[in-house]
């Protein structure tokens, strides 16, 4: 890491960190759209993460989530630590697409609750009865697809295609836009909407940042540090 990239760490006074897949790749996780991602392996994974695929076969979907999203054992890695640190010094924001719940984990592990967090894509252990609107732990829905109490169907706080962003995500990650002085982008290509539209809210005078291991290009001035978002995460002072 360069130490005019750690000075501008340094001096930002609220930071927002735009993150994918390529964020959990080095815990473990694989991402949808690479040569081995989920979506290249199986071209009907969009299909299979659908709601009308949710609605129409929903055994179907459920042995889809159990085999392909859930990765119990995997671990933060550097990058979570240090977003997750300067989150809670007030200096940042996370908003993810991340659905891992990996930033929630590396909140524990800093013994503190999840904040300055948008799950923009919701989180995967974040589980409810459809039926009853009831929250139950992910052990119960890996266990049946059916609530214990009222045999309602459960399911993942995910969105599905087909589905909108919670209108909540949409406004607190405009407001997080608009008021930083620092934007970073991390392992991810920027091409999934609405996501990839929080740049155009992007406070003008923001410094923007981009590190991925894929070359990204925008109609605006930013800094492309192509390589390896973990060592510069494990680099960063925080």
């Known amino acids: 890491m360069d130490a005019k990239d750690q000075e501008l760490f340094d001096q930002a006074k ?11 790749t080095a815990s473990g996780i694989p991402d949808f759209r690479s040569a081995n991602g989920l979506y290249t392996q199986n071209h009907n994974a969009e299909y299979y993460l659908s709601h009308r695929y949710f609605e129409t076969d929903p055994d179907g979907f459920y042995e889809f989530c159990k085999q392909n999203l859930y990765f119990p054992d995997a671990l933060p890695n550097p990058i979570h630590q240090k977003q997750v640190a300067l989150a809670l010094q007030d200096r940042a924001t996370i908003i993810t697409q991340n659905i891992d719940n990996l930033y929630e984990v590396e909140f524990q592990k800093q013994g503190a609750k999840p904040r300055h967090l ?10 409810y009865c459809e039926k009853c609107g009831q929250t139950v732990p992910v052990s119960e829905y890996l ?6 109490t009222d045999q309602g169907p459960l399911r993942p706080d995910i969105v ?7 209108q909540d995500d949409i406004l607190d990650s405009v407001h997080a836009m608009q008021k930083a002085d620092l ?10 909407y609405p996501f990839a539209g929080l740049l155009e809210y992007r406070n003008p005078q923001a410094k923007v940042m981009a590190v991925n291991q894929e070359k990204l290009d ?3 001035p930013f800094e492309m540090i192509q390589a390896d978002a973990t060592s510069f995460f494990a680099e960063l002072c925080a």
Do not use: W
């Open 143 to 148: 266990d049946s697809r059916l609530h214990q």
């Open 218 to 220: 925008f109609p605006f």
């Open 160 to 166: 599905l295609y087909d589905e909108g962003i919670k």
């Open 118 to 127: 948008i799950d923009f894509h919701g989180n995967l252990y974040h589980v």
């Open 183 to 192: 934007v970073v982008i991390v392992g991810t290509s920027m091409r999934v």
């Open 14 to 24: 609220q930071i927002v960190f735009l993150t994918g897949a390529g964020v959990s």
